[in-house]
Structures are given as C-alpha cells and as structure tokens.
C-alpha cells in the first residue's frame, strides 16, 4: 500500500542554520505531495504542496521539489528561525486518501 | 472566519459507553475526513468523505462509524470504545487536496 517514510527527530539547529527533512514515499499512480505543519497543542496547517513531478512548493522560505525518479519531496529552508520549531510532516494524497509520515520534530535554538 | 470546529476539546470515557465526536466546517468543502494521532505513527486516516452520504474506508476504521446527512457535518460515532482507542482526533475538510484541520479531540477510555 502507499506509505510516507521520513527521518526521525527531534532535529535541533541553531537560529540561521540550514535545515532539510527527508521524506520519501511508496505510491502508485501519480500522488499529490505535500508539507503539514503541526504548533503545539494545535491541530495541522498546509505549508506548501506539489501535485506533479518536478514541482517545487514553496511558503515562508520553505521549499520541496517532487522528484518522481527518488520518490522524494525534501524539506528545505535556508535559514531557520526559533519560530519555524514545530513538527513537520509529510504526506500524500492518492486515489482521495491521505498517508502521513511520523513527523519530524524541530527545535530551533537561539 | 473559515475554520473547522471540533467537539469536545477533551473527553474522558469509559470502555464501551457509546460517543459521538461531532465536526463542523464553514468552507463549503465536499472532502471531509477523520484522522487519529498517534506517538511515532503520524496521522492515520480513519474516515473520509466525498460528499453528501458517500463515505468510505480510510487506513484504521476498525471501531469507528460516521456519517455525512449534510455538508458541513461530518461526526464521527464509537459505538463501544476500548482503551486502544485512547488517542488524539483531527477532523479535516479539504479543496484540491488542501486539508484544513480542526483544532483536536483528545480521548480517554478507560
């Protein structure tokens, strides 16, 4: 069946670091790929989404590219910021169901 | 303001005490769905919706029931809770497979 995989957290970084989250997936056909965002005690928000192969989504400095040929949509952002801590999920939608990765909880320290 | 309301916030119950967990969205979205949180399994998707009474199988309905008489409703039904229940419930409606969460149903059976 179709599934998301991505890296454990927590990911700690300092303010203005570098970040990238690994998600890859397992799907048939041609999914829709996308970034949640989770606050504590919050439910999740959109952050940025990618319906086809090659696709970058992009939102606050974030960005993902669908790469078909890998089967992944990276999570990358240039600088971070004490506010960006928060987890961090993948997901994809295909057939009108969703699967979510784990989640990856990020710290950003000042 | 365009949002997803979830109620209640927290519910303590005992095993096999029938509840209904009931969802509501203001964005006039066909797609409505039930997710359950879990530590260190994501979201998984218990129900969803795409319309006016077609409702379908996610991921984990086993002990779960919903329904859908209207578009902005969408409650999901434990008939006889069992403590493997005991878990954090997102309700979420969707446009173009953007999903909008609600804030959370936290659950307890005991």
């Known amino acids: 069946g179709d599934s998301v995989t991505q890296m454990e957290g927590p990911v700690t970084l300092s303010e203005e670091a570098f970040l990238t989250i690994n998600c890859t997936y397992t799907?048939?056909?041609?999914?829709?790929l996308f970034w949640y965002v989770q606050y504590p005690g919050e439910g999740l928000q959109l952050l940025l989404k990618?319906?086809?192969?090659?696709d970058k989504g992009s939102n606050k400095g974030f960005e993902a590219t669908y790469r078909k040929e890998t089967t992944s949509f990276h999570l990358e952002k240039g600088s971070v910021q004490v506010s960006d801590s928060a987890v961090y999920f993948c997901a994809l939608e295909n057939f009108n169901k969703f699967y979510f990765g784990s989640g990856t909880k990020l710290n950003v320290k000042p | 303001e365009a949002q997803v309301t979830q109620n209640p916030r927290y519910l303590i119950t005992v095993t096999g005490k029938k509840l209904t967990v009931t969802c509501s969205q203001n964005?006039?979205?066909?797609?409505m769905s039930w997710y359950r949180q879990d530590p260190g399994l994501g979201l998984r998707q218990i129900y969803y919706s795409m319309n006016v009474e077609v409702t379908d199988k996610g991921d984990v309905p086993e002990g779960y029931k919903v329904s859908r008489k209207e578009k902005r409703n969408f409650p999901l039904i434990l008939e006889s809770p069992s403590p493997n229940q005991t878990s954090l419930y997102f309700c979420?409606?969707?446009?173009?497979?953007?999903?909008?969460f609600g804030p959370g149903t936290r659950l307890t059976v005991t």
């Open positions: 979420a409606s969707s446009l173009r497979g953007e999903q909008y």
């Open positions: 964005m006039n979205h066909e797609y």
């Open positions: 990618a319906t086809k192969a090659d």
């Open positions: 799907a048939t056909g041609y999914p829709s």
